[in-house]
C-alpha cells in the first residue's frame, strides 16, 4: 500500500482521460469555501460564507452549482462563472441543516438537521421554501437516498432508521441497537445493501430485496451482518463504486476497509498524529480512498467537506488529507 500526501504531484486516481484535473472544494467552520487542484494541493478559488459554520456541501448533478448547507438555511454558489455571491439561498429551516443532497437528474434537493426533519425542496420552483417535510423525534445525522429515487434513509440521535417511502409518503422503522445514535447510513451503488454505524462503533450491514426501481414494491430490508468496526465514536461508513469494499471512520483514530464478500478486514488506515477521522471516499474507479482527519496541529478545524467535481465521490477532510493507494 503507497500512501501520498497532499504536498506530492501526479493525478489523484485514474479517473479519465482529459486535460482538466480533479478539483476539490473544501468547506468548513471557518466560514470559507475553498477551490483545489487535487493533484497538488493548490487552493485555486476562496469563496466567503460569513453566515455560519458550513456542516455539509454537496455538488449539483449538472456540476453547476455546489449547495452549502450551515446555520438555518442552504446556500446554493456556482461553479462556472466563479460569482461569489450565492446564486439561491434556502431559508426557513430553525436550526443546523447538517445534510444536504439531490435527486439523480436534479429535481429536487433533500436536507435534513437538528430541527428533527428531512426535507425536499423542489428546484424547479420558483417557491424558495421546502415542499415536503418528514418529521422525526430527534436530530437527524444522517440521509440516504436509494438508487430508486423513491425511498429516503434517514438516520436519527435516537437510533433510529427511518424508510421514507416518497411515493405513499409512508414510513417503516429499523432500530439496529436501543440506546445508540446512528451516526452514518450509506447504499450500495447497486441497491441490495445498506451499513450503518453507531456512536458505539458498531456497524450493522442490511440485505435490500426489491425496490430497485422507482414502480417496485417497496423494499424490505432484513439484518445480515453486525459487527464491532472501532472502539470507539463510528463516524461514517461508505461503500466503494463496485460494492466490494465498505470503508469506516471513527473517533479511535483509524479508519478501515472491510470486503464485502466474507466481511473481513482488508486494512486498516492510522497515522501517529491523527484524532478523529471524520470521514472517508473511494475514487470513482474504487482503487484509492481518501482520509479525512483532525490532527494535534489541524484540531481547530475538525470538520471540512470536499468533494470531487469531475467524480462521483464526496467527503469530508480537513486541509490535510491523505490519499492511499489500495493494493
Known amino acids: 500500500m503507497r500512501m501520498r500526501k497532499r504536498q506530492t504531484s501526479g493525478t489523484v486516481a485514474p479517473i ?24 497538488s494541493g493548490v ?7 460569513q453566515d455560519s459554520q ?33 446564486l439561491v439561498n434556502y431559508d ?3 436550526r443546523n441543516v447538517t445534510v444536504v443532497g439531490f435527486q439523480e437528474d436534479g429535481k429536487w434537493m433533500y436536507t435534513g438537521g437538528e430541527d428533527n426533519s428531512a426535507r425536499i425542496w423542489d428546484l424547479r420552483s420558483r417557491n424558495l421554501q421546502c415542499q415536503r417535510i418528514f418529521q422525526v423525534n430527534a436530530p437527524v445525522h444522517s440521509i440516504v437516498l436509494h438508487p430508486n429515487q423513491a425511498e429516503m434513509f434517514i438516520g436519527d440521535q435516537n437510533g433510529i432508521i427511518h424508510v421514507w417511502d416518497l411515493k405513499t409518503d409512508s ?72 460494492s466490494t469494499l465498505l470503508a469506516t471512520a471513527s473517533a479511535d483514530g483509524t479508519a ?20 478523529w477521522v471524520w470521514d472517508c471516499a473511494f475514487s470513482a474507479d474504487s482503487q484509492y480512498i481518501i482520509t479525512g482527519k483532525c490532527s494535534r496541529y489541524y484540531s481547530f478545524l475538525f470538520l471540512l467537506a470536499f468533494h470531487w467535481i469531475t ?15 489500495i493494493e
Open 92 to 94: 426557513g429551516v430553525s
Open 256 to 275: 478501515k476497509i472491510w470486503k464485502t464478500a466474507d466481511w473481513s478486514l482488508m486494512t486498516e488506515l492510522r497515522e501517529k498524529t491523527q484524532r
Open 171 to 242: 414510513s417503516v422503522q429499523e432500530i439496529p441497537e436501543t440506546d445508540a445514535m446512528i451516526q452514518c447510513i450509506s447504499i450500495d451503488p447497486e441497491g441490495t445493501l445498506m451499513a450503518a454505524v453507531n456512536n458505539k462503533g458498531m456497524c450493522y450491514v442490511y440485505s435490500l430485496a426489491r425496490g430497485r426501481h422507482a414502480d417496485d414494491d417497496p423494499t424490505k430490508s432484513i439484518l445480515k451482518h453486525k459487527f464491532l468496526a472501532h472502539s470507539k465514536y463510528a463516524l461514517k461508513c461508505v461503500f466503494s463504486p463496485d
Open 311 to 325: 467524480a462521483d465521490i464526496r467527503c469530508s477532510v480537513t486541509l490535510t488529507f491523505d490519499i492511499v493507494d
Open 54 to 86: 458550513v456542516n455539509d456541501i454537496e455538488i449539483t448533478p449538472d456540476r453547476q452549482m455546489i449547495a452549502v448547507a450551515g446555520y438555518q438555511h442552504i446556500r446554493m454558489f456556482d461553479l462556472v462563472n466563479h460569482n461569489a455571491n450565492p
Open 16 to 39: 479519465g482521460s482529459g486535460p482538466d484535473p480533479v478539483i476539490l472544494a473544501t468547506a468548513g467552520y471557518d466560514h470559507q469555501i475553498r477551490f483545489w487542484q487535487a493533484h
Open 43 to 49: 487552493c485555486q478559488r476562496t469563496v466567503q460564507h
